[in-house]
């Protein structure tokens, strides 16, 4: 295919794996750009590091074929992939030194000793722990351990980095930092990246496209913007940041809009993204972020815009934002994260809460 | 100041005593070791190495000797090498009837050696094979073989995965994985077992006692022998000889194992 689009480096072809009589992948068809982070993301269980493993060829596909560069590998051993594999765990080896451990891979590359000797320093240089090399793993902090073990893995410079929850075993603080710098080397480096994880924030701000996984299937892939505003179901929506639904029947269908009666009885605009006709079931997405809320005697409706009424059943003030519980009439509660443009509320004030029909965001109902 | 209750006392007088029971006579042994004369009398008149000379001169004891550390490295070579294989298969892999084989190499360790012994015996007489110094040594692989696949089993446990499939994902092969990583990381537990192969075996005098020949004596069958004739002083020599050397190795692959564990982590 010549879209004009970079060709892909990876590729599942009807990827499944089972273990015993458990589905681990079902039937996976997904390509990989070249030079673009990927990113599988879904709770533990879901089947990403499996998928993973598969493309590192610790774990066979029991059905389907994964190609890299055009090439079937189905077939090829682990150590003939070029791969560049960085552990949860770091997996530096505890009996060499850094500058051996840095090494390892090209040993079985035909490296000149003098290149060796460079391209270590280079590597790392890059992760800026220059003349560390006489060290034993054991003299370094978890987060220094994980960039010697990228430099291990982008020495060598693989056809494809994967990474398997590299990140989860840092504490917070480390973690943010470390999310940037591998987010900087991997684009410094152009390289090919599979990045396994089930922490939405580093999915979202990382990644060039995100895979989500549930129970071994794929739920949608795209664009973190696509993913996170765009979900294609109710998992998705829910697995990924704070999401309001809201049940409700399509009862007109214009140009712009998509009229949802909802449970309580308002008719609420949705953006009209196409593919939903009057009768139809729905349920209707709204992100906590996308609410507003205003004092009710204060509140001046705006032409376009959806807007109802509710009482502050419980807030939670968290400094930048505050998170608010609104029960409405009917006594059903919506989730607001509000930025505080206006004012704090206190428990148990009227308010008017108001949301654009563009951020109103349509499903099937499941 | 309080006074120890009667219980106490009678606690103490007791624990003491046992100690004393455990090790007296292997004090003895040694003592009367370097007694000159032909009977031992205490108090002790001199002290001699008479007995240890005349030990080196005796020919037969020596010989024992040699079949002893022979049948004692070679036990721990091969029971080595048969436990780290085995122990790579039941840790790394999956296979049917896993257990099963596992609980089988293991169970020479429940199986008293008595019943080891013969049992061995009976198998030769039924394939019609002379006793040899080959079976001596087939047998001694069995009886070891258990130690050294639980200590190399139990390291193995401790090496994450990971490691090889990093040197794996780098370009190693299994081999060269094997050679790089696991290898050296099990080292010590593989040193620990050939150790402990090699002190049962040089140790072993039940089961060693059915499958010795004249040809193949080990020291303890040796000594069971001499026991039989005569008390010589010579045992005393002997078997202060063995003592060092069977306390000595263990402590030596303890040492090492500790010495070599802290590279982990």
Not at chain 1, 289 to 297: C, I, S, T, W
Not at chain 2, 15 to 41: C, D, S
Request: with cysteine; hydrophobic share 45%; net charge neutral.
């Amino acid at each position: 295919m010549t879209t004009g689009k970079k060709q892909p480096i990876v590729q599942f072809k009807g990827i499944l794996k089972r273990f015993g009589d458990v589905v681990a992948v079902e039937k996976m068809n997904f390509d990989i750009e070249e030079g673009s982070l990927v990113t599988l993301l879904g709770p533990s269980g879901c089947g990403k590091t499996t998928l993973l493993r598969m493309v590192a060829g610790l774990e066979e596909p029991t059905e389907g074929d994964i190609f890299i560069k055009g090439v079937r590998i189905n077939d090829t051993p682990i150590h003939k992939r070029n791969l560049g594999m960085i552990f949860q765990n770091y997996a530096l080896f505890p009996h060499k030194n850094i500058f051996e451990n840095v090494a390892f891979g090209l040993k079985y590359r035909d490296v000149p000793k003098t290149d060796i000797k460079k391209k270590v320093t280079r590597a790392l240089e890059m992760v800026r722990l220059p003349g560390v090399e006489n060290r034993m793993p054991s003299q370094l902090s978890g987060g220094q351990q994980q960039r010697i073990a990228m430099a291990r893995a982008i020495v060598i410079e693989p056809d494809v980095l994967l990474m398997d929850e590299p990140l989860s075993a840092l504490d917070e603080n480390l973690r943010e930092e470390m999310r940037r710098e591998v987010d900087n080397l991997q684009r410094m480096l152009g390289v090919t990246t599979i990045f396994v994880t089930h922490d939405q924030r580093e999915a979202l701000s990382m990644s060039d496209k995100i895979l989500v996984m549930k129970a071994g299937r794929k739920q949608q892939e795209g664009s973190p913007e696509a993913v996170y505003n765009e979900p294609t179901n109710h998992f998705v929506a829910d697995f990924l940041g704070h999401s309001n639904f809201i049940k409700g029947e399509v009862v007109g269908v214009d140009k712009d809009h998509v009229n949802v009666r909802i449970e309580t009885g308002d008719v609420l605009f949705a953006e009209n993204k196409g593919g939903f006709s009057t009768g139809d079931a729905v349920e209707m997405i709204v992100r906590a972020q996308r609410f507003d809320a205003f004092p009710k005697n204060e509140f001046k409706p705006v032409a376009g815009m959806n807007h109802f009424e509710g009482r502050i059943k419980d807030r939670s003030y968290m400094g930048g934002e505050v998170s608010y519980f609104i029960e409405l009439a009917t006594g059903r509660e919506i989730h607001i994260i509000s930025m505080m443009r206006t004012r704090l509320y206190s428990n148990g004030e009227s308010v008017s809460v108001q949301v654009s029909p563009h951020h109103c965001h349509l499903i099937p109902l499941e | 100041m309080k006074q120890f209750s009667p219980g106490w006392t009678l606690i103490r007088i007791y624990t003491i005593l046992v100690y004393v029971f455990m090790f007296a006579p292997i004090v003895v042994v040694i003592v009367l070791a370097f007694n000159p004369k032909q009977f031992g009398i205490f108090p002790m008149e001199g002290i001699s190495l008479r007995w240890f000379i005349k030990l080196a001169q005796n020919e037969s004891i020596i010989d024992a000797f040699k079949n002893s550390l022979v049948l004692g490295s070679l036990t721990a070579v091969i029971s080595t090498g048969i436990g780290i294989l085995a122990a790579l298969a039941f840790i790394r892999f999956e296979f049917p009837g896993k257990n099963t084989l596992n609980t089988l190499l293991l169970s020479p360790i429940m199986i008293p050696e008595v019943v080891l012994g013969v049992a061995l015996l009976l198998f030769l007489r039924f394939l019609q094979q002379p006793k040899s110094f080959v079976l001596l040594l087939i047998g001694h692989v069995v009886l070891t073989l258990p130690y050294v696949l639980l200590i190399v089993q139990a390291r193995l446990v401790g090496i994450k995965k990971e490691y090889e499939e990093a040197a794996k994902s780098l370009g190693a092969n299994a081999f060269e994985t094997f050679r790089e990583i696991t290898f050296p990381l099990l080292l010590p537990a593989i040193l620990a077992g050939a150790l402990f192969a090699f002190t049962i075996s040089f140790d072993d005098i039940t089961a060693t006692l059915f499958w010795a020949t004249a040809q193949n004596q080990t020291v303890p069958v040796k000594i069971f022998s001499m026991l039989r004739n005569s008390i010589s002083p010579e045992i005393n020599a002997l078997g202060a000889v063995m003592i060092v050397l069977t306390v000595t190795t263990p402590l030596l692959a303890g040492y090492l194992s500790r010495k070599f564990s802290k590279i982990k982590d």
